[in-house]
């Protein structure tokens, strides 16, 4: 009798641990998952970088100065909320050029000084731009060459990507006025209108 009432008892403890025992099986702490990618905690900060891209130009004469364009950029961005607003500068080395009959025009230089604002979706930005524009405009004829600075005005939007805490890329469309210029030793009035493709790496203090 008393070997049954052992058994017993064993037998009711076992079947009272089954239960605990699975749902610790079951209810216990979670697989640890592996970290998800380290997003971009904010925008906000100073930032410089490199661009590249192709210029495709009009000016008088039916001249189409295009060509490779590169150069630097830097600025600042504040981000609020999911918006984003900043301020950028660039300067740009190009070999936009193109010849009609014994004229020759050229932008070998140019810069914008912008104003940006954007959304954020987590490390993907967004933004739209506009500002002031300057340039170099050269026009070249029988040997003779005239050398002017424009202004004018800029305009374009973007896709910034960020794929570490301090490195981003982007790829960005830029409108560049250049007000026409009297070339007086030419005869010749003469600006350039601009559009711009280029892709750009920034480094994000």
Same mark, same amino acid.
């Given at each position: 009798? %008393? ?13 009272? +641990?089954g ?7 079951? *209810? #216990? !702490? ?11 905690? @904010?925008? @906000?900060?100073?930032?410089? /970088? ?16 295009? $060509? ?6 830097? /600025? *600042?961005?504040?981000?609020? /909320?999911?918006?984003?607003? $900043? ?6 080395f190009?070999? =936009?050029?193109? &010849?009609? !009959?014994?004229? %020759? ?6 810069? &914008?000084l ?5 959304? !954020? ?9 506009? $500002?002031? =524009?300057? $340039? ?10 005239? @050398? %002017?600075?424009? @202004?004018?005005?800029? !305009? #374009? ?5 960020a794929? &570490? ?9 830029? *409108? ?13 009035? +003469? ?11 920034? *480094?994000?203090?």
């Amino acid at each position: 009798m %008393k070997t049954t009432t052992i058994s017993a008892g064993l037998l009711a403890a076992t079947l009272l +641990a089954g239960p605990t025992g699975a749902a610790d099986l079951r *209810y #216990g !702490a979670p697989y640890q998952q592996p970290p998800p990618y380290a997003a971009v905690p @904010t925008w @906000t900060g100073p930032y410089v /970088g490199v661009n590249l891209g192709y210029q495709f130009g009009s000016s008088a004469l039916s001249m189409n100065p295009s $060509g490779i364009v590169g150069g630097v950029q830097g /600025g *600042y961005n504040y981000q609020i /909320g999911q918006f984003v607003i $900043g301020a950028e500068t660039d300067f740009q080395f190009s070999g =936009a050029e193109d &010849t009609f !009959a014994a004229y %020759k025009f050229s932008n070998p230089w140019f810069g &914008t000084l912008r104003g940006r604002a954007g959304f !954020a979706m987590n490390n993907v930005l967004l933004y739209g731009t506009a $500002g002031f =524009a300057y $340039g170099r405009g050269e026009v070249e004829w029988f040997g003779w060459s005239q @050398t %002017k600075t424009h @202004t004018g005005w800029t !305009a #374009g939007a973007g896709i910034e990507v960020a794929f &570490t805490q301090n490195w981003s890329a982007r790829a960005e469309y830029l *409108y560049v006025d250049l007000e026409k210029q009297n070339y007086t030793m030419l005869g010749l009035n +003469a600006g350039i209108e601009s559009s711009i493709v280029r892709f750009g790496l920034n *480094y994000r203090f």
